[in-house]
């Protein structure tokens, strides 16, 4: 990849877009994870208006404070970065309590974690309606198009994917060639909406590398019978993410009416 080419590609992508739409700048939830840092970046370095929002609910503390630090680092270098702390987790758990109580707790561990996305990515569009911006996603080629590993209408809620074309190490490249910091690109991947330290590969089961293996075998049109051992049972857990979770790669189904009975 030429690093250099694919930044300056998508800042000016940026650029024209947000232009073209007559809007003033950015939006982007900050998480303190490699995708966000990537894609802060790659908005301020347009120039235009970027508000970076911190929106923590019951965060890991690591979590918080690497997304603050990547926001100060950003404010260093970058005249058009503003910053917005918005804490939702007095919100959330409001909004938690005015749910039905279930028997088990366990069974809305799920629902619940897509809730806390979809709360952010309300505030993501408060602002950003507030201000003339455009919500910045953060999502990758194998998270959006590959296992689907994003909350629909939660952080898969946005005006526009600067580096959803880039696979995860990809955007590992660009990271370093950004010059973001280091605590940002040793992390390991997480989602961060569970309130603990678990991390993609723990809920998924494969890493990002095994997963870009996985996806580039599919498109070559392989089959689970073409392989054994790790690399079988990393293709299954590929495919069986990426069947499931068709509905969120695929456009809104419409039921279309037939003319004769119209």
């Known amino acids: 990849m030429q690093t250099e080419k694919v930044i300056d590609h998508i800042v000016g ?20 994870g490699i ?5 802060s970046t790659l908005c301020a370095k347009t120039g235009l208006d970027l508000l970076c929002l911190e929106m923590p609910i019951h965060q890991a503390e690591n979590q918080s404070d690497r997304a603050s630090r990547h926001i100060d680092w950003l404010q260093n270098n970058f005249p058009n970065v503003k910053r917005q702390p918005v804490n939702l987790t007095p919100v959330f758990d409001s909004l938690v309590a005015s749910f039905p109580k279930v028997e088990d707790e366990e069974e809305r561990f799920m629902s619940l974690a897509n809730t806390r996305a979809r709360l952010r990515m309300t505030s ?8 003339k911006y455009l919500v910045a996603g953060t999502g990758n080629k194998v998270e959006d198009f590959g296992v689907g590993f994003y909350t629909k209408y939660g952080d898969g809620g946005v005006d526009l994917s600067p580096i959803a074309d880039l696979l995860k190490t990809e955007v590992y490249e660009i990271a370093k060639k950004l010059g973001v910091n280091e605590e940002v690109i040793k992390a390991a991947p997480t989602d961060g909406l569970w309130g603990d330290d678990r991390t993609d590969e723990d809920q998924i089961g494969a890493s990002y590398p095994e997963l870009e293996w996985a996806m580039k075998m599919k498109d070559k049109g392989k089959t689970l019978e073409d392989f054994t051992g790790r690399d079988k049972e990393v ?5 069986r993410f990426n069947t499931m979770n068709q509905h969120k790669m695929q ?5 279309v009416i037939p003319e004769s009975i119209k």
Not at 235 to 239: D, R
């Open 235 to 239: 293709f299954s857990i590929f495919l």
């Open 251 to 255: 456009p809104i189904p419409v039921c």
């Open 35 to 39: 995708d966000s840092a990537v894609t």
């Open 13 to 32: 992508w940026l650029k024209d877009y947000a232009n073209d739409a007559h809007q003033k700048g950015f939006v982007i939830g900050v998480s303190g």
């Open 124 to 131: 993501l569009y408060y602002f950003a309606a507030l201000n």
